[in-house]
């Protein structure tokens, strides 16, 4: 992500015009409306190629929806729900004017409340029905235009009350087989069906099999390295090596290792292995030293001027709009508003490419565009050209700030219509959930690249690029092919308390 004042301004002025941003979708490329409950995505008229939206983006009680240009943006993109209900911004449904169910009833924005004239049947032959009146979605007087009115109507088959969606959503995957014993946490995302394409930490194994190398550290006497490993399967980082190797010098960290056996290693920028990195150097490993399951570990102890990267679109790392997932533990007593403390999909080029080419978990004290509550850190995702901290550039009543000595943080997004970002302390407790709803306007479908940052933005860190200002605290973190169910995100937090993080 950029953090130049000038390209901020520049930034912010193409969010305000909102249609230079905008991606379209067109008429012809969708497929019959099979929205399953839990999937959000536009719903666009087969007869006018627009969609159904709510007019001005309105928020009100009693406004009528009507057809529009399709923008994929916020009030345009309807979650169907387990109850039948058709959600827009995650608490407004589609709604049956004051129950009524004879032709011609308008249909309106309202808060949702369960009832019969908020439950719609979405049909395999392209007719969204209401449960109570048995009457159509229809386009008022076979109307095509912007602005054509929403109503119920008799079921007759005309293309007016036919309804189409983009690809359907993939939904998020359910745990299909238990974990093993002594799981970490990429056995359980596998178990999920997501599994883990990089797994990096200083701290402890992310698989319950894991007996190799976390990180490498570099010694300032004599230049030579030493690799850091577990003290056994599964377990824990061999501190000891570290106190032994570095006693009387300094050591810096040159590599955190991949356990996913993908080779997605993330060496600072600046090393030979990233060439061209003129603005990083190797954090100090000896920063901080923390318990984890009761023996000493050290954390990835980032300041400004640090930060690591891998070009891993070639190895797994999912690119355009394939959905992904990850998680990192982090703290919310050592952070900053720089640009940029991140953790995720980054660009292969190191430039600010495009709203999109950037999918990954920030977690600063930085709030782009306002409306984050408090004064941080907050768990945010970067998309590129922004920091969100729910679907737009507004105000998001679920955020809050973590400022826990360990914070979880994750971050999923299914590259078509859908992110959800969460946190938690990682010493005890449940995710909350921050947002999980439609991405931001622009943002579809998704641009990803397929590298992996950590601790600056995504056009760090070559000749010309972005600053490297960020400070935070890096101690374990995984991406994951495809969109994880909630029940799977829960069980790495579970896991992650049980590590026992002091």
């Given at each position: 992500m950029?953090?130049?004042n000038?390209?901020r301004?520049?930034?912010?002025r193409?969010?305000?015009v909102?249609?230079?941003l905008?991606?379209?979708l067109?008429?012809?490329?969708?497929?019959?409306?099979?929205?399953?409950?839990?999937?959000?995505?536009p719903?666009?008229g087969v007869?006018?190629?627009r969609?159904?939206?709510v007019?001005n983006?309105s928020?009100?009680n009693?406004?009528?929806?009507?057809?529009?240009d399709?923008t994929g943006a916020?009030n345009?993109t309807?979650?169907?729900t387990s109850s039948?209900q058709l959600?827009?911004y995650?608490n407004?449904?589609?709604?049956?004017?004051?129950?009524?169910t004879?032709?011609?009833t308008?249909v309106?924005?309202w808060?949702?409340n369960?009832?019969?004239?908020?439950?719609?049947?979405?049909?395999?032959?392209g007719t969204?029905?209401?449960?109570?009146s048995?009457?159509?979605?229809?386009?008022?007087?076979?109307?095509m235009?912007?602005?054509?009115?929403?109503?119920?109507?008799d079921?007759?088959?005309q293309?007016?009350q036919?309804?189409?969606?983009p690809?359907p959503?993939p939904?998020?995957?359910?745990?299909t087989?238990?974990p093993?014993a002594?799981?970490?946490?990429c056995?359980?995302?596998?178990?999920?069906?997501?599994p883990c394409?990089?797994?990096?930490s200083?701290?402890r194994?992310?698989?319950g099999s894991?007996n190799?190398?976390?990180?490498?550290?570099?010694?300032?006497?004599?230049?030579?390295t030493?690799?850091?490993?577990v003290?056994?399967a599964?377990?824990t980082a061999?501190a000891?090596?570290?106190?032994?190797f570095?006693?009387?010098?300094?050591?810096v960290?040159t590599?955190?290792?991949?356990?996913?056996g993908?080779?997605?290693?993330?060496?600072?920028?600046?090393?030979?292995v990233v060439p061209?990195?003129?603005?990083?150097?190797?954090a100090?490993?000896?920063?901080e030293?923390?318990t984890?399951?009761?023996?000493?570990?050290?954390?990835?102890?980032?300041n400004?001027g640090?930060?690591?990267?891998?070009?891993?679109?070639?190895?797994?790392?999912?690119?355009g709009?394939?959905?992904?997932?990850m998680?990192?533990?982090?703290?919310?007593?050592h952070?900053n508003n720089g640009c940029?403390f991140d953790y995720?999909?980054?660009e292969?080029?190191?430039?600010?490419?495009?709203a999109?080419?950037?999918?990954a978990?920030?977690f600063?004290?930085?709030?782009w565009?306002g409306?984050?509550?408090?004064?941080?850190p907050?768990?945010?995702?970067?998309?590129?050209w922004g920091?969100?901290?729910?679907?737009s550039?507004?105000?998001?009543?679920?955020q809050r700030?973590?400022?826990?000595k360990?914070v979880?943080?994750?971050?999923k997004?299914?590259?078509?219509?859908?992110?959800?970002?969460?946190?938690?302390?990682?010493?005890?407790?449940n995710?909350y959930?921050?947002?999980?709803?439609?991405?931001?306007?622009?943002y579809?479908p998704?641009?990803?690249q397929g590298?992996?940052?950590l601790?600056?933005?995504?056009?760090?860190c070559?000749?010309?690029g972005?600053a490297?200002?960020?400070?935070g605290?890096?101690y374990?973190?995984?991406?994951?092919?495809g969109y994880p169910?909630?029940a799977?995100?829960n069980a790495?937090?579970?896991?992650v308390v049980?590590?026992?993080?002091?």
């Amino acid at each position: 992500m950029v953090i130049s004042n000038r390209r901020r301004s520049h930034y912010r002025r193409l969010f305000a015009v909102g249609a230079a941003l905008v991606i379209a979708l067109a008429a012809g490329t969708a497929v019959a409306a099979t929205i399953q409950p839990g999937q959000s995505a536009p719903i666009m008229g087969v007869q006018s190629g627009r969609c159904l939206a709510v007019p001005n983006s309105s928020t009100s009680n009693g406004t009528q929806a009507q057809l529009w240009d399709c923008t994929g943006a916020a009030n345009q993109t309807w979650t169907y729900t387990s109850s039948k209900q058709l959600m827009v911004y995650g608490n407004k449904c589609l709604d049956a004017n004051a129950q009524g169910t004879a032709n011609g009833t308008r249909v309106i924005i309202w808060d949702c409340n369960g009832q019969a004239n908020q439950q719609w049947n979405v049909n395999s032959s392209g007719t969204i029905t209401g449960v109570q009146s048995g009457r159509c979605l229809d386009a008022n007087g076979q109307g095509m235009a912007n602005g054509t009115n929403i109503i119920l109507w008799d079921c007759h088959g005309q293309p007016n009350q036919q309804w189409n969606s983009p690809t359907p959503t993939p939904t998020a995957t359910t745990p299909t087989t238990p974990p093993p014993a002594g799981a970490g946490p990429c056995d359980i995302y596998a178990s999920g069906g997501t599994p883990c394409v990089a797994a990096h930490s200083t701290v402890r194994a992310l698989y319950g099999s894991y007996n190799g190398n976390l990180y490498q550290v570099r010694r300032s006497s004599d230049n030579t390295t030493r690799d850091i490993a577990v003290l056994s399967a599964g377990g824990t980082a061999n501190a000891a090596t570290q106190d032994s190797f570095c006693t009387g010098t300094t050591c810096v960290i040159t590599v955190v290792y991949d356990q996913s056996g993908r080779g997605n290693d993330l060496w600072y920028q600046g090393s030979s292995v990233v060439p061209g990195s003129t603005q990083s150097r190797p954090a100090i490993a000896t920063s901080e030293s923390l318990t984890i399951g009761g023996n000493k570990a050290y954390s990835l102890y980032i300041n400004p001027g640090n930060s690591y990267w891998r070009d891993g679109h070639l190895t797994g790392v999912p690119t355009g709009s394939a959905p992904e997932g990850m998680y990192m533990v982090t703290s919310g007593t050592h952070v900053n508003n720089g640009c940029c403390f991140d953790y995720g999909n980054s660009e292969t080029t190191r430039s600010a490419d495009a709203a999109g080419a950037m999918d990954a978990i920030n977690f600063s004290t930085q709030c782009w565009f306002g409306g984050c509550s408090g004064t941080g850190p907050w768990v945010q995702a970067d998309l590129e050209w922004g920091l969100f901290p729910g679907g737009s550039q507004s105000w998001n009543p679920n955020q809050r700030a973590f400022t826990s000595k360990f914070v979880t943080a994750t971050l999923k997004n299914n590259g078509i219509s859908r992110f959800a970002i969460k946190g938690s302390n990682a010493q005890s407790g449940n995710l909350y959930t921050l947002w999980d709803g439609s991405l931001p306007p622009g943002y579809s479908p998704m641009k990803k690249q397929g590298a992996i940052i950590l601790g600056s933005g995504g056009d760090c860190c070559k000749p010309g690029g972005g600053a490297n200002l960020s400070a935070g605290t890096f101690y374990e973190g995984a991406m994951v092919a495809g969109y994880p169910s909630d029940a799977t995100e829960n069980a790495v937090q579970a896991n992650v308390v049980a590590a026992g993080y002091r």
